[in-house]
């Protein structure tokens, strides 16, 4: 397995590297789905773009309204990265059905019972830069530690510690479900 990392590595570092954090907020498209079965999709897609070298993971963190990633790609901007990762998650939403939950009120797929394809008018996340440095500090591995006492903190490491969705999984020497590039201090 190590092997297979260094190798994915040294292909991006024949490039420059460009290091993107962004909030990817989740469109409509989740609330078809189960939210594990969205988490489940969206680690499957970052997955697919590990292994075809074409983004190294440093941090993540999936929740029910956001994908939060720190990456590293030979793009300037994350938009390429993000048509990609959208492109994964509509493909392997085709190859991966799972039944609609009911939405009477507006519908952003098209369901064709014989093959269930699924057609996506809108893009599936709207991205923004990621300036919380604290959930930033704390899904790349590092301790936050203040000299008094924040809820707001204490309540995002909480979020962290107990999430099977995020990169803190890694760098705590676990295996998580998406492939990390631990960063080294």
């Not at 292994?51 to 990633?69: C, R």
């Not at 709207?126 to 959930?135: I, M, Q, R, T």
């Not at 936050?144 to 204490?154: I, K, R």
Request: charged share 25%; with cysteine.
């Amino acid at each position: 397995m190590k092997k297979n990392e260094n190798i994915s590595q040294d292909v991006l570092l024949k490039k420059h590297l460009y290091t993107h954090k962004a909030e990817l907020k989740i469109g409509d498209w989740k609330k078809h789905f189960d939210f594990n079965y969205v988490h489940t999709i969206i680690a499957m897609a970052l997955n697919y773009g590990h292994k075809k070298h074409e983004l190294i993971i440093n941090g993540y963190l999936i929740t029910d309204q956001s994908l939060y990633l720190i990456a590293k790609t030979h793009e300037k901007t994350i938009d390429a990265t993000v048509h990609q990762l959208e492109a994964q998650i509509t493909f392997l939403l085709k190859i991966n059905p799972q039944k609609f939950k009911k939405n009477k009120y507006k519908t952003a797929f098209i369901v064709d019972d014989e093959d269930v394809f699924y057609a996506i008018r809108d893009s599936l996340f709207k991205v923004y830069p990621l300036k919380n440095n604290d959930l930033i500090r704390l899904i790349t591995g590092k301790k936050v530690t203040l000299p008094y006492h924040n809820p707001g903190l204490e309540a995002l490491k909480q979020i962290i510690k107990n999430h099977s969705f995020c990169s803190a999984i890694d760098y705590s020497g676990a295996i998580g479900p998406v492939h990390v590039t631990l960063l080294k201090d």
